[in-house]
T-cell receptor, first 113, second 115 residues
């Protein structure tokens, strides 16, 4: 399976600031997704990152708060904007080929003070 | 949209016993059901998956069963070992249409295997 990396692995941020998380894959993948996992909770899909077009957001998530880029088939970014303590979570990207299984990146642990 | 319910939320077994985790889903169009294992501080790792054209799939000590009519699927772990201790998540998704690839996760089951 593909090797997936995320940067940063963790960060502590002040409220009101923004953080951009990067997801890099070592091979081209058809599909990339961003998930949020709040402490002790399950995984919630934020959006599907579409290559060359705007991301597709799930209910409860908006582009102004979570802008996403996907300039090519190996890279995507998720920005958490105007952060509040409620944004403290693990953010994970997942990747997969069309019709195949999704695999997760190592995650970015975000703490907002 | 899809809704996935997972039970139990916690499960404690003795080493060597079997463990069963159950999930139900709401969207009859879902046709792909993976299971992920997440150890503390680690990413979710796929352990087994099943597609809707199959009723059962087995991989060594792990098996998954699917009942499409009842819209439920289960994970079975036999001969449990302490290293099986983790959080297990079921998920449901579609392999087709506009929702292609999206997964909806259950709430998770904390499995503890006592030596």
């Amino acid at each position: 399976s593909a090797v997936i990396s995320q940067k940063p692995s963790r960060d502590i941020c002040q409220r009101g600031t923004s953080l951009t998380i990067q997801c890099q894959v070592d091979s081209q993948v058809t599909m990339m997704f961003w998930y949020r996992q709040q402490p002790g909770q399950s995984l919630t899909l934020i959006a599907t990152a579409n290559q060359g077009s705007e991301a597709t957001y799930e209910s409860g998530f908006v582009i102004d708060k979570f802008p996403i880029s996907r300039p090519n088939l190996t890279f995507s970014t998720l920005t958490v904007s105007n952060m509040s303590p409620e944004d403290s979570s693990i953010y994970l990207c997942s990747v997969g080929q069309l019709g195949e299984t999704q695999y997760f990146g190592p995650g970015t642990r975000l703490l907002v003070l | 949209g899809e809704n996935v319910e997972q039970h139990p939320s916690t499960l404690s077994v003795q080493e060597g016993d079997s463990a069963v985790i159950k999930c139900t889903y709401s969207d009859s169009a879902s046709n792909y059901f993976p299971w992920y294992k997440q150890e503390l501080g680690k990413r979710p790792q796929l352990i087994i998956d099943i597609r809707s054209n199959v009723g059962e799939k087995k991989d060594q000590r792990i098996a998954v069963t699917l009942n499409k009519t009842a819209k439920h699927f289960s994970l079975h772990i036999t001969e449990t070992q302490p290293e099986d201790s983790a959080v297990y998540f079921c998920a449901a998704g579609r392999r087709g249409g506009t929702s292609y690839g999206k997964l909806t996760f259950g709430q998770g089951t904390i499995l503890t295997v006592h030596p």
